[in-house]
């Protein structure tokens, strides 16, 4: 099988390597990709949203499965292309992938089929959005209604604090259009927890939980970034919890789709706060989260390219999917002064030193190769994820392993997991 992976993160690298295990895959390209996948498929230098190339690049080499890692291409429609030109495609339909693409849109869903959420309004009107504040409780959270890499999403501790997020996103367009609509939504506390699954339009299972860092600095301070580090299981996603989540947010959301005219197949990411009053649901992805995916896809037992055909073809109730019986930590290395100015091209040493160690993988997110050897290429670097038989023994592992990588300007947390010692 030739399979075509879309996208240049720690996320389709993480594909890449899992693909790359299916005795299946007999030749993986990935458009565009960076200096890591090369280790595993032919990188073609054709951008993640040139759907059209992209599709005749798949007919040119007879494409049988392309796996679309990204959000942008999802949201923007790739799906809708390739399946126009007859091509195996995973991933939801644009139609679908609102789901991720627009907050207002996925609010209303949940209130519509009563998918516990938090309480919220949508507003596309700034003045009216700045009414509305002058009568709220504090903190409160802001949503750029649009894709904006994880990025456009405000917790405001007053008034002062809202009125400037509303400027910042609805009239100095900081998200670019994401910022045309709003969602104003209450602020909830608890544990947060991801819950990444597979779903055939109409099946779903749910792959093993996860937490991801979002702040750049230790002790969750500091801006929000795409991701600092995360690990898998999540100790607070309890027995009790997961059935919950089974019966009031994951099949109703897959149902509320269905109904909607808007067949969900591909990756639902389920973003989760684990509150007093219950799980509710923080935000949808439709696709797999990244870093999550660096802790997930590892301990996944499965044949990765087994259950995506099985996704297309809506034949996932007949698929047993399993997990190691173990723990995975993800330290994101990345580029000092990310997420808001960073230098690049600066080489990277030791990354040989992960092909001897069994249990340690190290994921390219923002790198590149040139003549004087892979360099930085982006404000994340480098996913280093290591297993170990409980979440303490991975995160010790983890890192030991961010020992074995250097590179000039590394930056990472160093609290990644901490919440493991609360548990």
Known sequence: MKVLIVGSGGREHAIAWKVAQSPKAEKIYCAPGNAGIEEYAQCVDIGAMEFEKLADFAQEKGIDLTIVGMDDPLVGGIVDVFEAK????????????????????????????????????????????????????????????????????????????????????????????????????????????????????????????????????????GLNTGGMGTFSPSPFYTEEVDEFCRRHIYQATVDAMAKEGREFKGIIFFGLMLTENGPRVLEYNARFGDPEAQVVLPRMKNDILEVVEACIDGTLDQIDLQFEDNAAVCVVLASKGYPVSYEKGFVIHGLEKFKEKDGYYVFHAGTKKTEKGIVTNGGRVLGVTAKGEDLKAARANAYEAVKLVEFENKYYRNDIGKAIDEA
Do not use: W
């Open 86 to 221: 007859g091509l195996k495609v995973f991933g939801p339909r644009k139609n679908a992938a609102i789901l991720e693409g627009s907050k207002a849109f996925s609010k209303d869903l949940m209130k519509k089929y009563g998918i516990p959420t938090a309480a919220y309004e949508n507003f596309d009107d700034p003045k009216a959005a700045l009414a509305y504040l002058e009568q709220a409780k504090f903190p409160i959270v802001l949503k750029a209604d649009g894709l904006a890499l994880g990025k456009g999403v405000l917790i405001c501790d007053s008034l002062e604090e809202a009125k400037e997020g509303v400027q910042s996103i609805m009239m100095d367009k900081k998200f670019g259009s994401a910022g045309n609509t709003m969602v104003i939504e209450e602020f909830m506390t608890g544990r947060e927890v991801s819950v990444l699954s597979f779903v055939d339009g109409k099946t779903i299972k749910t792959m093993t939980s996860a937490q991801d860092h979002k702040r750049a600095q230790d002790g969750d301070q």
